[in-house]
T-cell receptor, first 111, second 114 residues
């Protein structure tokens, strides 16, 4: 089974501070994704990656940046956190069968 | 652009009763369709998927779903609900031509009455 971990699992930060969330996979899946989940909105795609150093925007990318310097790691950065970015963040990888496999999530609170 | 609609925000059923959760999608070609389940505080778990072929697909935990192209629907069913099925359910459509990106519905919360 594909291993996918996220760190930290919980974080509280203040408005205006930078925050980086990490997604780590233990297998060489090419595609990785970052979603945010908010009540009543399901999951919305923030950014995705189709290989090392290859990334693109999703539907809610404003205020977020990503980096992928190694196949196994996909980082999500909030350059200057705002209260509207309080959410649960999920990372996912794409298996060869086109199904997405999700990490356990990171609960971020911006005060 | 692809989209998914789950018309029911919240459904309550009695334990042992049958269940049907609705999902309608919009997609230009033959869709890849998925149902996920999320228990409180947990990540998403894949219940079942449809890519092609038989329009009735079986999944884990006794769930099944039927793809109806004419109705653009992919409804999830279970003949007899268990208390442990209480969770949030998400339908998703996958874009097999664009980096496998998925679009999710807003979810349906299932409550099971004893």
């Amino acid at each position: 089974d594909a291993g996918i971990t996220q760190s930290p699992r919980h974080k509280v930060t203040e408005t205006g501070t930078p925050v980086t969330l990490r997604c780590h996979q233990t297998e060489n899946h090419r595609y990785m994704y970052w979603y945010r989940q908010d009540p009543g909105h399901g999951l919305r795609l923030i950014h995705y990656s189709y290989g090392v150093k290859d990334t693109d925007k999703g539907e809610v990318s404003d205020g977020y940046s990503v980096s992928r310097s190694k196949t196994e790691d996909f980082l999500l950065t909030l350059e200057s956190a705002t209260s509207s970015q309080t959410s649960v963040y999920f990372c996912a990888i794409l298996r060869s069968s086109y199904e997405q496999y999700f990490g356990p999530g990171t609960r971020l609170t911006v005060t | 652009a692809q989209s998914v609609t789950q018309p029911d925000i919240h459904i309550t059923v009695s334990e042992g009763a049958s269940l049907e959760l609705r999902c309608n999608y919009s997609y230009g070609a033959t869709p890849y369709l998925f149902w996920y389940v999320q228990s409180p505080g947990q990540g998403l778990q894949l219940l079942l998927k449809y890519f092609s072929g038989d329009t009735l697909v079986q999944g884990i935990k006794g769930f099944e779903a039927e793809f109806k192209r004419s109705q653009s629907s992919f409804n999830l069913r279970k003949p007899s609900v268990h208390w442990s099925d209480a969770a949030e359910y998400f339908c998703a459509v996958g874009d097999n031509t664009n980096a496998g990106k998925s679009t999710f519905g807003d979810g349906t919360t299932l409550t099971v009455k004893p």
